[in-house]
């Protein structure tokens, strides 16, 4: 029987007949003929497998649709959300007037009243629901609900700006909405200070996340999308 030559390995030439490896060589990299790796090396790592190719940032690790862009996903700024804000408030008082101004002058036009007589009381009874009841009620369905399905009032559209799930970077849905709207509401109870820290909140946090508490409450960040 033939012996493996003496001495350090020879380097591999290419296959012989049959596919065989000579004695004393060896194939480059520890792989032999006929056989496949089914992926690239990544020296002392395992393969990776597949794996999320979009943008990463800090502390979640799925960026939000729509943006695509490169490197780290922005956070909206304090100027953003705050006009944000405001849009939304303007809004709402606009809608407000419209009611309440078409309620009144829809219910005046139709009194027969005498120069000098008032409406009837219940005329009173509905301005007040209006403005205490069905107004506020409004306001908090609009931002619960569209945050809830959109990630975004009309105000954070404009402006550019969504409300995501911190763990998937999804939209909120009912329960984390409605969570973020109740921290602020209820702060708003304390001569509406308290509803003020709240929406002041995002300073006091790291730059990277900017939550404020109704944001950590509900688990979401607000993400810039444009």
Same mark, same amino acid.
């Given at each position: 029987m033939s012996q493996p030559p003496e001495g350090p390995p020879q380097p591999y030439h290419g296959p012989q007949p049959g596919g065989a490896v000579p004695a004393g060589q060896q194939y480059p990299g520890g792989q032999y003929p006929g056989v496949q790796y089914p992926g690239p090396q990544y020296p002392g790592q395992q393969y990776p497998g597949p794996q999320y190719s979009g943008p990463q940032y800090p502390g979640v690790p799925y960026p939000p649709a729509p943006y695509s862009g490169p490197g780290p996903v922005p956070m909206a700024s304090m100027g953003q959300r705050l006009g944000a804000r405001l849009l939304d408030a303007l809004l709402l008082v606009v809608a407000a007037a419209i009611v309440i101004g078409g309620f009144a002058g829809i219910s005046l036009a139709t009194f027969d009243l005498a120069?000098?007589?008032? #409406?009837?009381?219940?005329?009173?009874?509905?301005?007040?629901?209006? @403005?205490?009841?069905?107004?506020? @009620?409004?306001?908090?369905?609009?931002?619960?609900?569209?945050?809830?399905r959109r990630g975004a009032t009309i105000g954070k559209s404009v402006v550019g700006v969504r409300v995501v799930r911190i763990a998937d970077g999804q939209l909120p849905g009912t329960?984390?909405?409605?969570?973020?709207?109740?921290? #602020?509401? @209820?702060?708003?109870?304390?001569?509406?200070?308290?509803?003020? @820290?709240?929406?002041?909140?995002?300073?006091?946090?790291?730059?990277?996340?900017r939550q404020g508490w109704h944001d950590k409450v509900a688990k979401v960040i607000v993400v810039r999308t444009k």
């Open positions: 120069p000098g007589q008032d #409406p009837p009381d219940w005329f009173f009874i509905v301005i007040i629901l209006l @403005l205490y009841v069905a107004l506020p @009620l409004g306001a908090a369905l609009y931002e619960i609900l569209l945050i809830a329960g984390p909405a409605l969570a973020r709207w109740v921290i #602020p509401f @209820l702060g708003s109870f304390l001569c509406g200070i308290g509803q003020l @820290l709240v929406y002041l909140s995002p300073f006091f946090d790291d730059e990277t996340r």
